[in-house]
């Protein structure tokens, strides 16, 4: 009698198959980083470089003496910087490691807030990108260009990012759908869960909860939820499976110190000093 091999018969032991623990530690360092590269290196940033003194940075808020366009556009044009350096650091990193899927995560939660920002802004006129175009006329062109920017750019990114996520795919069989659904709906919802844990503690209250940690993640990140039923258009061009994100202790424990700081020191926010 003819037996099959046991890896072939267990999905779980398919050297393709991407560990569950490791994922959801990538997603929490990756999430994480966004989120201080938007608030604390883009508004941050932005408010140094204007003359401004910082008074206050949390996971959904940073507050500069010095309030204007510049520092209100400055998280966005972070998080599509750090994107598009990580789209071009991937041309380097072609093998499925840690720290591809790590480079390629981090690329597309970029993208997706940074463009997701505009559409917002530009739908519900509330934001930074609101403060960027009030005052400029006519607003109801200025609204809907954020709004046709914003949709343009994410359907853009989401190609791009499925382009991008082709290495960890394996070969066009039936797994393929499997593997894409758990490398990107894992992460959507754990930066979600993660971003709005943190939201609950900031000191400013619970509308910032909606309009900023849930806007950014579940919404802004939204992608993520449902690209992967487009991955079957995505052609692998390389149809040898490797073995592709194993479980990872290290991943682990620095998501564990990341997620334990994110939550605890930048949810509840650091103050700098008050307004004069």
Known sequence: MKTEPLASTIPDMDPATPDLWTIISISIVSYASATILHEGAGHGGACLL??????AFSTVDFECDREGR???AGGTVMNLAAGLLCWFILRFVTRRTHLRYFLWLLMTINLFQASGYFFFSGVANIGDWAVVIRGL???WLWRMGLTILG???YMLFVWIALRE???FLGHNGPTKLQRAKKLTLVPYFTGGILSCTAALLNPVGMFL????AAASSFGGTSGLAWMWRMAKHVRVSNSVV???L???RGWMIGAAVVGALFVVVFGPGLKFGSKT
């Open 246 to 248: 194993s479980r990872s």
């Open 242 to 244: 490797e073995p592709a």
């Open 137 to 139: 006329e006519p607003p």
């Open 151 to 153: 949709l343009s750019l």
């Open 50 to 55: 204007t003359g401004g003194k910082p008074i």
């Open 165 to 167: 996520l082709q290495p």
């Open 209 to 212: 909860v909606a309009i900023s």
């Open 70 to 72: 510049i520092v209100a």
